[in-house]
């Protein structure tokens, strides 16, 4: 018959033996994570006229993530709700070809002027940053990130740009501070 402290015993060896195991998965997990493509991730460069960045915008360029691995054709409405809030629709074609729609909603972090956002797809919690890095002054582009360096999308408002100002956009990723070579280019239709 075991005892308490036999059973005890065993229970801090099954610990100490899965210890090694655990950590190993989390690293494993940890190296699924995209790697940081800008560790100094600046702030953002000039304000933001929420009126002109609301609106569609077509996916340039970004940092392949889980979320959005295969996917072509993609968009993001932007809509401003009564309470100030904004709605977001992101939209892509998969690799099947099947339309993906995710919903979400924004707010505006004060103090931020206007270049900064908490976004969240789970509601009604607020899980992740949205920064307006830079942006044209007509707001016919811009570079969104957010403060870890892991994310980056490179925005249009027109589905597709040519190969100089495609360079030109990827170059101002760059100066400010981003890798450019783990940019996906996206395909529009």
Known sequence: MATSKDASSTLLRAAALSLPVAVIAGGAMLARRHKVGNPLVPEPLRSVSLQDYLGRWYEVARYDQSFERGCEAVTADYSLRADGKIDIVNACRDANGKMRISRGTAKLVPGSGGAKFKVSFFRPLYLGNYWVLDHAQDYS??????????????????????????????????????????LVITKQP
């Open 141 to 182: 582009w811009s570079i969104v990130g957010e403060g870890t360096g892991r994310y980056l999308w490179i925005l249009s408002r027109s589905p597709e740009l040519g190969e100089m100002d495609l360079r030109i956009l990827i170059n101002r990723a760059t100066a400010l501070g981003y890798d450019s070579a783990p």
